[in-house]
C-alpha cells in the first residue's frame, strides 16, 4: 500500500506537466501558481486543522524561508514550460536529484561520494542532448526549466535543515501559503488576468492544484514512511518518465532517438543518486545466500 501511494504521486505528477502546459496558454505562469497554491493551502488546512493550533513564530519563519524557495521553483519551471514541451521540462527539473547532495555539502559538510559524482557526469551528458541545440546553445525555456531544478534542490535542503523535528504537514501548509501570496503579488502586478476561460481551463487549474499539489504530497508523505529510501526514490523518479508519456499521447510530442537516450541519462543519473545502486547489492547479496 504505502509503494502504491508513492506509485500514485509520481503518476499524479507526470500527469501535470502535459495539464501545466495547456492551462498555462491561459492563466499566466504567477497568477496559476497563485491559485494553485492558495487552494491547496486551504485544502490541507481544512483537513489537518487539528493541527494548525501547533503553529509557532519558528514555524512562520522556517516556514517562509521554505515556501520563498519553493514559489522560486514553480516560478522557473512555469516559466520554462511555455517555451519548451511537456516531457522537457519534466526530465530537466528531475536534475535536482543529482543536485542536491552538493549543495547539501556546503550546509551540512556532507562530502559527495562516489555515485553522486558519476551522477553529476551522466546527468550532464543527458542535459546536453536534451538542449543543446546544433549551434550548442540551449533555449530559454530548457534554460529557466534547469534554474527551476537548481532551485528545487535548494528547496529541498532547506527543508532537510529547517524542517528537523517540525510536523512535515504543518511546514508543507504554511510553505504553500507563503508561496501562494508570494505569486499573487508578482502576478497581480506583473500579469493580466484572464478574461476568458473555458470549463476544460478551471478543470486544469482544479487538477493541478488538488490532485498534483495537496493529493499528490499527501501521498508522498505516506509512502515515504513506510518505504526504504531507495524503494521510494526509484518510484518517485518514474514522474519523469510518465511526464513524458503523458506528453507523447496527450500533447503530441516527438520523441527522437536523442531526446530518448538524454532522457534514459537523465533518469540513470537520479536512480544512482537516488539510491547508490543499494537495490543491485541487495541482490547479489541474495543471490550469494541462495
Keep these: 500500500m504505502p509503494k502504491m501511494a508513492l506509485f500514485f504521486a509520481a503518476f499524479i505528477w507526470g500527469s501535470s506537466f502535459f495539464i501545466m502546459k495547456d492551462t498555462v496558454d491561459v492563466f499566466p505562469p ?58 522537457k521540462n519534466a526530465f530537466l527539473t528531475a536534475i535536482y536529484c543529482v543536485i542536491v547532495p552538493f ?3 556546503i550546509v551540512d559538510k556532507s562530502k559527495p561520494d562516489i555515485y ?21 546553445t540551449i533555449g530559454i525555456g530548457d534554460a529557466f526549466t534547469l534554474l527551476g531544478g537548481f532551485i528545487y534542490a535548494t528547496h ?3 527543508v532537510a535543515k529547517l524542517g528537523r523535528g517540525k510536523d512535515p504537514i504543518i511546514l508543507t501548509i504554511i510553505q504553500f501559503g507563503y508561496a501562494g501570496v508570494f505569486s499573487w503579488i508578482i502576478g497581480l502586478t506583473t ?8 470549463i476544460k481551463n478551471v478543470t486544469g487549474l482544479l487538477y493541478l492544484a488538488i490532485f498534483a499539489t ?9 509512502g515515504q514512511k513506510y518505504t526504504h529510501p531507495s524503494a521510494a526514490a526509484i518510484i518517485l523518479s518514474l514522474e519523469s518518465v510518465f511526464g513524458v508519456m503523458f506528453s507523447i499521447i496527450f500533447y503530441g510530442e516527438q520523441l527522437t532517438l536523442r531526446l530518448a537516450w538524454g532522457f534514459l541519462f537523465i533518469f540513470i543519473a537520479v536512480i544512482i543518486s537516488e539510491t547508490k545502486l543499494s537495490f543491485l547489492k541487495k541482490d547479489k547479496k541474495g543471490l550469494s545466500q541462495n
Design 30 to 87: 504567477h497568477i496559476l501558481l497563485g491559485f494553485r497554491f492558495t487552494i491547496a493551502c486551504i485544502l490541507l488546512s481544512v483537513v489537518f486543522y487539528r493541527r494548525l493550533k501547533n503553529i509557532n513564530f519558528e514555524y512562520l519563519w522556517k516556514g517562509g524561508v521554505i515556501g520563498l524557495f519553493l514559489f522560486l521553483g514553480y516560478s522557473t519551471q512555469t516559466i520554462g514550460i511555455t517555451n519548451t514541451t511537456p516531457g
Design 103 to 105: 549543495l547539501f555539502w
Design 116 to 136: 553522486n559524482y558519476s551522477a553529476a557526469v551522466i546527468c550532464l551528458t543527458g542535459i546536453g542532448l536534451v538542449s543543446l541545440t546544433g549551434s550548442f
Design 156 to 158: 529541498l535542503v532547506a
Design 191 to 198: 500579469e493580466y488576468f484572464p478574461t476568458e476561460v473555458s
Design 214 to 222: 495537496a493529493v499528490a504530497l499527501l501521498f508522498q508523505n505516506i
